[in-house]
């Protein structure tokens, strides 16, 4: 039940309508988040997240005896890392439609996958340098005079 108020001030009229809130409480929502929330986006994520994973999984499979472009460029982890994320960012934008904070979480998701990822890269480099310093005592070279050179050589022509 909509009430209608017109009023007349100087030549010009106001209309003013006034609409009540549906009975169920539920406020209206604009026509963009109604289609996103009739997409339903927890499933389009749940299925974005389990084709990340999959491709994931066969990556590691391929990556063990193939030399393809796809191991080499690692495709199937960022390609997989793409897919997680946008599936649980989609996850995160149905349960909670303020954008905001759907915003804000997919952000710090992202960001956190990148601090684990360096904290892997990061790790990774210390055990190469430690390894490297720990095995560099083991084979000492020495300079070969002109003399020892000769004598190679002399013998290896013999």
């Not at 009023?7 to 209206?28: A, C, F, L, R, S």
Request: proline share 4%; with cysteine.
């Amino acid at each position: 039940m909509s009430s209608s108020v017109s009023t007349t001030t100087g030549g010009v009229v106001v209309v003013t309508h006034v609409h009540p809130t549906p009975q169920d409480g539920e406020p209206q929502r604009p026509v963009g988040i109604q289609k996103f929330v009739k997409g339903r986006p927890m499933i389009l994520g749940t299925i974005q997240i389990i084709i990340g994973l999959m491709t994931l999984l066969f990556g590691i499979v391929m990556a063990i005896n193939a030399d393809t472009l796809g191991v080499f460029s690692g495709f199937f982890i960022w390609g997989a890392l793409i897919y997680i994320a946008a599936g649980s960012l989609t996850v995160a934008a149905g349960k909670s439609l303020n954008r905001c904070q759907t915003l804000s979480k997919g952000v710090s998701g992202v960001l956190a996958a990148f601090h684990l990822l360096a904290l892997i890269v990061s790790v990774t480099v210390a055990a190469f340098c430690c390894c490297a310093i720990c095995n560099s005592g083991e084979q000492v070279s020495q300079p070969v005079t002109d003399e020892q050179f000769s004598l190679i050589v002399k013998l290896r022509t013999d």
